[in-house]
């Protein structure tokens, strides 16, 4: 078994993966180096296989799986890609994204005990730091995610795995599925790089809509469930983006959502 495998969704990702490859590749471990397993799970049904020769070695394999369909969305994408994986913990990573150079080993160092983290994340906007987004405190609560425009990608025992939905955001749901129920830890001294690309999921035409619909039905699916910490947290974030294409329109500013609740939030 391989101590971590790292899930990467794959889509139109050509020009970003060598980049968040080499984020992985460039890891630093003291005493014990890990064994892992790279996830490249495809949904464009491309061929990436000369990433395999770029980062096979000692300590990482990769394995690329198939959805067998043309995107079907990062939710599916994800769950394939955990069901093809062995690694005895899961992490994630965008296909846009990256790793601080410490961040396996420093998650490493925790999770046997918490069994489910996150990082700090920092976001860049071509290659230049724009928000840093790491909690006040040792652990989150539901109620401070809201102030964040994101998910924070889980490192995790793969027992504390749950599928994700197959509708945008899913991730968000997914981690405040989690948080409604125990607060998670924040490991300060390593990050994830979210990167803004004009390529990025989040940046295309209509995409705003399909985030109001989703999170319409992740609202009442916690109405169903009959959790109100789930119901009450996507209620707020519809009011949230509505106060954004708000202020957004009333002062015709180009900054994005991430800056809007790093003003609010500071």
Not at 163 to 191: G, R, V
């Amino acid at each position: 078994m391989f101590d971590v495998s790292i899930i990467i969704p794959v889509y139109n990702a050509k020009y970003t993966l060598k980049k968040t490859l080499e984020s992985i590749n460039k890891q630093k471990y003291k005493k014990r180096v890990p064994k892992i397993e790279l996830i490249l799970s495809v949904d464009d049904n491309k061929n990436y296989d000369k990433y395999r020769s770029e980062i096979d070695n000692k300590i990482i394999k990769t394995k690329i799986v198939y959805t067998k369909k043309i995107g079907s969305g990062p939710g599916n994408t994800r769950n394939i890609g955990f069901k093809n994986s062995t690694g005895r913990y899961v992490c994630f990573l965008d296909a846009d994204d990256g790793y601080s150079d410490n961040y396996i080993y420093e998650m490493l160092k925790q999770v046997k005990k918490e069994k489910l983290l996150i990082a700090v994340t920092k976001i860049f906007n071509k290659e230049k730091l724009i928000m840093e987004y790491k909690g006040k405190n040792k652990y989150m609560n539901l109620k401070e995610l809201i102030k964040y425009p994101f998910s924070f990608h889980p490192f995790m025992h793969r027992s504390k795995f749950r599928m994700y939905e197959n509708l945008p955001s899913q991730d968000i749901y997914n981690l405040t599925e989690h948080l409604s129920e125990k607060k998670i830890k924040i490991i300060k001294k390593a990050y994830y790089k979210l990167n803004l690309s004009k390529e990025s999921l989040t940046m295309k035409k209509g995409f705003k809509h399909k985030i109001k619909l989703a999170y319409k039905k992740y609202l009442i699916k916690g109405i169903k469930k009959r959790n109100s910490k789930i119901s009450r947290h996507f209620a707020q974030r519809l009011i949230l983006n509505k106060n954004y294409e708000e202020w957004k329109n009333r002062y015709n500013s180009k900054k994005t959502y991430y800056e809007f609740l790093g003003g609010l939030h500071g």
